[in-house]
């Protein structure tokens, strides 16, 4: 058990500050409820913060606030992701906000998911998944369903220049020119606005 312990220490240690990681990234190195035991012992230890029910995080202490610096709900919805081998995508404004097309910081993120409906309380703030049947987000990139799932939001009504140049901005042309590829058989409407965002005849400053 100690030499676990001391091997997942070290992994953690050499670990990025804000890192997120489950138990399952800890069982090369020993049996499930062994790395359970040595992680919840290591949160006693405040080497690491428990997020949710086995999701743990690598704090960093900011002097100024004097306390840990909060994960970012968007790196948890992906870490759980990865930990329950979901396909998910951000939608509503949770989508809207991630591509600067909303200011409003949201207290809600929804993602939709090809796994079960789960939801959690994280620091105050709600992550919700929300089940789909559309097997489209396990087949596009995550930029593509972040993209698909904003202009949804958006409402056909609601693209304008300003919208379209401000997406252009989040993306690079190579990334435009793969999105165009990969969503030609989302809605017909969705499609085309991405068209529009691709066609960057005449701008020079592109």
């Known amino acids: ?48 913060k428990r997020e949710i029910d086995g999701l743990y995080s690598k704090p960093e202490y900011s002097e100024f606030l004097q306390e840990f610096v909060a994960i970012p709900i968007e790196d948890i919805a992906i870490q759980l992701a990865k930990k329950f ?20 910081v949201p207290a809600h993120y929804v993602y939709l998911s090809d796994g079960p409906y789960r939801k959690y309380d994280i620091n105050g703030m709600k992550l919700e998944f929300k089940h789909t049947n559309n097997k489209m987000i396990s087949t596009l990139s995550d930029k593509s369903n972040t993209l698909v799932q904003a202009l949804k939001s958006l409402g056909q009504e609601n693209f304008n220049e300003q919208i379209k ?12 020119l793969l999105i165009l590829k990969e969503t030609q058989y989302v809605t017909s409407w969705i499609y085309e606005c991405i068209k529009d965002i691709a066609n960057y005849e005449g701008d020079d400053d592109a």
């Open 1 to 48: 058990m100690n030499n676990i312990s001391s091997a997942i220490k070290n992994r953690i240690i050499n670990l990025p500050q804000n890192s997120l990681f489950s138990i399952k990234d800890f069982t090369d190195l020993g049996a499930y409820k062994s790395v359970k035991v040595i992680l919840t012992r290591f949160e006693k230890e405040h080497l690491i």
């Open 85 to 104: 081998s979901w396909h998910i995508a951000p939608t509503g404004n949770t989508a809207l906000n991630k591509l600067k097309l909303s200011t409003q």
């Open 165 to 176: 140049e401000t997406i252009r901005q989040q993306f690079s042309k190579q990334d435009i």
